[in-house]
């Protein structure tokens, strides 16, 4: 089976500095990975997926997240913290083969504040 | 394009009386997921369905909680006889195919069942 761990359940940083969010998954197969946001009492938002193409993906919002095979990571990090990026991420993986196919396994969710 | 459709937003059902989630995948969408985000928890997968068929419920509960995809009208999610432990923000998603060349699924704004 699939999990995800991400570090920290809480990450607090100051507008305009570094976010760092940390995801490391295990998967049995090259895994397909995810990263969502969740803004309050709303649905989740796809930021980025890898899908086994180029190990560094861009996102939106400035979000970009590099796979790791060797380190089994798919850390989410942006240069410079918006307020507007304060919500809650979520790391996800899916091997996408056999009995599982379509089925998402999500980490327990990093909550993001942004100092002014 | 609207997005992924699901009501009610908030649902409050006493002890033992029945919830019917429903959801509406983005026009062209064809898969429909459930989750499951109890508090201080991230998703957890419940079921994938396609129309009139249930692909994948290995992550439902084997009581009291059922789902179907009707070849016509909204996916439904059903609980009988409700406990307090099932309250929660059920999550519906809808992907393209669900197979291999797509595993984007796009998110609902989620139904928050309150079991009093």
């Known amino acids: 089976a699939q999990s995800v761990t991400q570090l920290g359940s809480h990450v607090s940083v100051s507008e305009g500095a570094l976010v760092l969010l940390r995801c490391n998954y295990s998967?049995?197969?090259?895994?397909?990975l995810f990263w969502y946001v969740q803004y309050p009492n709303q649905g989740l938002q796809l930021l980025l997926k890898?899908?086994?193409?180029?190990?560094l993906v861009k996102g939106i919002n400035g979000f970009e997240a590099e796979f790791k095979k060797s380190e089994t990571s798919f850390h989410l990090t942006k240069p410079s913290a918006h307020m507007s990026d304060a919500a809650e991420y979520f790391c996800?993986?899916?091997?996408?083969?056999?009995?599982?196919?379509?089925?998402?396994?999500f980490g327990r969710g990093t909550q993001l504040t942004v100092w002014p | 394009n609207a997005g992924v459709m699901q009501n009610p937003r908030h649902l409050v059902r006493r002890r033992g009386q029945e919830a019917r989630l429903r959801c509406s995948p983005m026009?062209?969408?064809?898969?429909v997921y459930w989750y499951r985000q109890l508090p201080e928890e991230g998703l957890k997968f419940m079921v994938y369905l396609q129309k009139e068929n249930i692909i994948d419920e290995s992550g439902m509960p084997k009581e009291r909680f059922s789902a179907e995809f009707p070849k016509e009208g909204p996916s439904i999610l059903r609980i009988q006889q409700v406990v307090r432990g099932d309250s929660a923000a059920y999550f519906c998603?809808?992907?393209?195919?669900?197979?291999?060349?797509?595993?984007?699924?796009?998110f609902g704004p989620g139904t928050r069942l309150t079991v009093t």
């Open positions: 996800a993986v899916s091997d996408g083969r056999g009995s599982t196919l379509g089925r998402l396994y």
């Open positions: 998603a809808s992907s393209q195919t669900g197979g291999a060349s797509s595993y984007e699924q796009y």
């Open positions: 998967s049995s197969v090259p895994p397909y």
């Open positions: 026009k062209g969408h064809s898969h």
């Open positions: 890898y899908t086994s193409a180029a190990t």
